[in-house]
C-alpha cells in the first residue's frame, strides 16, 4: 500500500484528497504547513509526497529545495493553482517529478502518482563503465574509488547514459525516463546535465566526458 504525505492548507482540499486515496488503496498523512510536514518527513518513510506551493509559513517550493539539499529523495508531485511557466519549472528544477494544475480531477491525480511511483522504481544490479560504478540501490556513485554525490535526477540521467555508454541519448530520451509530462520540462535537461557534468569533471576531470552530439542528444564517453 502506497503511503503519501499530502502537504495542503485547504483543510477541505487536504480532507478530500486524503479520503479519495484512502478509498482508492492508499495509506495518507497531512500536514498544513512546512514545519508541520518538515517534522513528519523526519520521522516517518513515504512514497510520495503531494505538495502545494503556498502554504501559510512558506512556499513549498522551498520545502521541496530544503528535503532535496538533505539528500532525501522522496518523490514530489507539486498540486498548485500557478500555472505560469516560470513557477512550474523552478518547481521541477527543485526536484519536483510533476507538477499538477489545479482544479483537477481525482483520477487524473492517481494516474500521474501511479507513474511516478512505477518510475521510481530503479534497477537493483551494479552498472559499471570504465572506472566508473553505480549502485542503483544503494544510490552510490564512484569513480576511481571516490564517491560523487548526485541528486535523485542526476542519478537517473546517469544509469541512462552509462547503460547506452559509446551510443547517442536524446534529449527525448531523457525527459521520457525523468518525467511523465515531458514537453512540459524540456528546460530542465539542460540543469540537470550541467549540474552532472560538473560533479563528475571534479572527480574524474577529462577522462569521463558527457558529449553533446549536436541535434541529437549526448554521449557518455571514457577518455584513457
Given at each position: 500500500m502506497p503511503k503519501i504525505l499530502i502537504v495542503e492548507d485547504d483543510p477541505q482540499i487536504a480532507k478530500s484528497l486524503a479520503m479519495n486515496l484512502k478509498f482508492s488503496g492508499y495509506e495518507t498523512s497531512s500536514a498544513t504547513t512546512i514545519n508541520d510536514a518538515w517534522e513528519i518527513l523526519r520521522k516517518e518513510h513515504f512514497d510520495l509526497m503531494c505538495l502545494d506551493i503556498g502554504l501559510p509559513d512558506g512556499s513549498g517550493?522551498?520545502?521541496?529545495?530544503?528535503?532535496?539539499?538533505?539528500?532525501?529523495?522522496?518523490?514530489?508531485?507539486?498540486?498548485?493553482?500557478r500555472t505560469d511557466e516560470a513557477t512550474v519549472v523552478k518547481g521541477i528544477n527543485c526536484g519536483a517529478d510533476d507538477y499538477l494544475r489545479k482544479p483537477f480531477g481525482i483520477e487524473e491525480l492517481k494516474v500521474r502518482m501511479n507513474k511516478i511511483l512505477k518510475k521510481f522504481i530503479i534497477?537493483?544490479?551494479?552498472?559499471?563503465f570504465g572506472n566508473l560504478t553505480i549502485d542503483p540501490a544503494k544510490r552510490?556513485?564512484?569513480?576511481?574509488?571516490?564517491?560523487?554525490?548526485?541528486g535523485r535526477k542526476e542519478l537517473e540521467?546517469?544509469?541512462?547514459l552509462t547503460k547506452r555508454a559509446g551510443d547517442i541519448v536524446t534529449r527525448e530520451n531523457i525527459l521520457t525516463a525523468l518525467y511523465e509530462n515531458a514537453d512540459m520540462y524540456d528546460r530542465t535537461v539542460d540543469s540537470h546535465?550541467?549540474?552532472?557534468?560538473?560533479?563528475?569533471?571534479?572527480?574524474?576531470?577529462?577522462?569521463?566526458?558527457?558529449n553533446s552530439v549536436y541535434g541529437l542528444g549526448y554521449r557518455l564517453e571514457w577518455k584513457n
Open positions: 517550493l522551498d520545502l521541496c529545495q530544503k528535503i532535496r539539499d538533505e539528500g532525501n529523495d522522496i518523490p514530489v508531485l507539486f498540486l498548485s493553482a534497477p537493483t544490479s551494479i552498472i559499471t552510490i556513485v564512484t569513480i576511481m574509488d571516490k564517491i560523487v554525490t548526485l540521467i546517469l544509469i541512462l546535465m550541467s549540474h552532472l557534468r560538473r560533479k563528475l569533471r571534479e572527480v574524474a576531470g577529462p577522462a569521463l566526458q558527457i
